[in-house]
């Protein structure tokens, strides 16, 4: 180009010169298409670095509510592992074209043991100021302490915001993670919605055509979602779905989240999903979008100095009282977090609560039993019944002997009557004698058959009390057996 660059350029004249300008400028602008412009007031990462964004730009260009809370290593928690609360994100300014990506990254992570159900979370480009419309509601319901001590869910969804942190009466686009309500399996689902059609979750969300993908592995997932003019692409996981409808430019990015439902059946509350937006990218793919429509002409001067290295802001520069004012918004958004964790764990404290009263209802009902049990104890103990064994045994032994006396009486009443049958014998006439001890024999085998029968009658009842003793002492032994398997076990 020196050489013989110079010298052929030197001879087509000025001509050759806007020719070879105009290749540079077409070569410029076709390679801007190609890779896109970033926009930096709808994008974010690694906050407080001194290669991300600063923490004062962040909440220039973003609006953060309920649960959404900038963490460690620049990141942005949205659901902090509890039921029934939600993070919103929302950037403060329109995108200035409907020929746009953005990109962004996070991890979800559920329980072992899950007893929430609606839970998941939304990628959001709508038409309306998000920020305005729930700001006021937002401070209300979810940043009081008194409003999240009582019916705040309720109330929040009352105001239309019922579609994880947002209205179902969306206008514009929404990329939905969550449970399918029948298969229970995790769902990723992009609806395009017209503002009049009301979206509730079951209900249309997720969409029929929705992408099964487990997204609550832990591990770091991106998704990109590609905006054009006539349709929405949305990817994950090298899997792709495509949404046909007409997208307008000026929408502003939102991403939102709910942690669940808890199950006030359950004695003990687990926790919900855990979710973490790691950062967010938005490129621009209209060409004629310059770094002004999307560029924050105010990096360079943060409100507040907190990372060394970017020099002054500008209340810094003109306020008298910079020390002071360093102080109260370093005190301010230490109140604010102590705050944060305090609402946090009153869900906490009441499943704990709860926990605790169920255990001392079951201590309770346990003092009980036992006692009764002692009280059965006490009433059938053995010494009783070795008792109650001993005293049958001496009525048994009183009628055995009863039974032999009167056996030794009648055995002697019958000596009696033979001696008197052989003395009438020796001194009566033969045939007056045999007439008589035809009468004595009748009586005396009568008297004998009756001792007989009373003896074996006497000797079956008391086998019969034998037998009833013996089988009850078995049957207590073997209630006593199974008392005690029971209460030990």
């Known amino acids: 180009l020196k050489h013989g660059s110079r010298t052929a350029w030197s001879q087509h004249g000025p001509m050759g010169c806007w020719v070879f300008c105009a290749l540079i400028a077409w070569h410029a602008v076709f390679v801007k298409a190609q890779q896109g412009t970033m926009l930096k007031e709808h994008s974010f990462?690694?906050?407080?670095?001194?290669?991300?964004i600063h923490p004062d730009l962040l909440a220039r260009r973003w609006w953060l509510g309920g649960t959404a809370v900038p963490v460690a290593l620049g990141h942005v928690s949205m659901i902090p592992g509890t039921p029934e609360r939600m993070g919103q994100m929302w950037s403060k300014t329109g995108v200035p074209t409907n020929d746009f990506e953005v990109s962004f990254s996070f991890s979800s992570k559920s329980p072992a043991v899950r007893s929430t159900s609606g839970e998941g979370f939304a990628f959001w480009y709508v038409y309306g100021n998000a920020t305005q419309e729930l700001q006021a509601v937002t401070a209300a319901q979810m940043q009081d302490q008194n409003a999240l001590a009582g019916n705040w869910l309720a109330e929040f969804e009352n105001a239309g915001f019922n579609l994880f942190g947002y209205k179902g009466k969306f206008n514009g686009l929404g990329v939905f993670f969550c449970d399918g309500p029948e298969t229970s399996k995790p769902m990723v689902?992009?609806?395009?919605?017209?503002?009049?059609?009301?979206?509730?979750?079951?209900?249309?969300?997720?969409?029929?055509?929705?992408?099964?993908?487990n997204f609550r592995n832990g591990q770091t997932l991106t998704v990109t979602v590609k905006v054009k003019s006539t349709k929405v692409e949305v990817s994950i996981g090298g899997n792709t779905m495509e949404v046909q409808a007409p997208m307008k430019a000026g929408g502003y990015i939102g991403l939102t989240s709910?942690?669940?439902?808890?199950?006030?059946?359950?004695?003990?509350?687990?926790?919900?999903?855990?979710l973490t937006f790691h950062g967010i990218s938005t490129t621009s793919m209209d060409a004629s979008v310059g770094t002004?429509?999307?560029?924050?002409?105010?990096?360079?001067?943060?409100l507040f100095q907190h990372t060394k290295g970017l020099g002054k802001g500008v209340m810094?520069?003109?306020?008298?009282?910079?020390?002071?004012?360093?102080?109260?918004?370093?005190?301010?958004?230490?109140?604010?977090?102590?705050?944060?964790?305090?609402?946090?764990?009153?869900?906490?404290?009441?499943?704990?609560g709860q926990a605790i009263g169920s255990l001392d209802r079951r201590i309770t009902d346990m003092e009980e039993a036992l006692s009764a049990l002692d009280t059965e104890l006490d009433q059938k103990s053995p010494e009783k019944v070795r008792d109650l064994y001993d005293k049958l045994n001496s009525d048994l032994t009183s009628i055995s002997r009863e039974t032999q006396q009167n056996?030794?009486?009648?055995?002697?009443?019958?000596?009696?009557?033979?001696?008197?049958?052989?003395?009438?014998k020796r001194e009566a006439k033969r045939d007056t004698f045999e007439k008589h001890i035809d009468k004595i024999s009748d009586a005396?085998?009568?008297?004998?058959?009756?001792?007989?029968?009373?003896?074996?009658?006497?000797?079956?009842?008391?086998?019969?009390?034998?037998?009833?003793i013996v089988g009850s002492g078995v049957r207590l032994y073997m209630k006593f057996k199974s008392w005690e398997k029971k209460h030990v076990l």
């Open 45 to 52: 990462s690694k906050i407080g670095s001194l290669e991300g």
């Open 189 to 213: 689902s992009a609806i395009v919605g017209d503002g009049e059609k009301q979206w509730v979750y079951g209900n249309g969300v997720p969409a029929a055509n929705s992408l099964q993908y």
């Open 258 to 274: 709910f942690g669940g439902r808890a199950d006030r059946t359950a004695s003990v509350q687990s926790a919900s999903d855990t």
């Open 292 to 302: 002004g429509s999307g560029s924050d002409v105010r990096d360079s001067e943060p």
């Open 316 to 352: 810094e520069k003109t306020s008298s009282h910079a020390d002071h004012r360093i102080e109260s918004a370093v005190i301010k958004n230490l109140t604010a977090m102590v705050f944060k964790l305090i609402v946090e764990s009153v869900p906490a404290r009441r499943a704990i």
């Open 407 to 424: 056996t030794a009486q009648s055995v002697g009443k019958l000596d009696n009557i033979f001696t008197s049958i052989h003395r009438a």
């Open 444 to 468: 005396g085998d009568r008297a004998l058959n009756s001792v007989n029968n009373e003896h074996h009658k006497v000797y079956g009842v008391s086998l019969a009390l034998i037998l009833f």
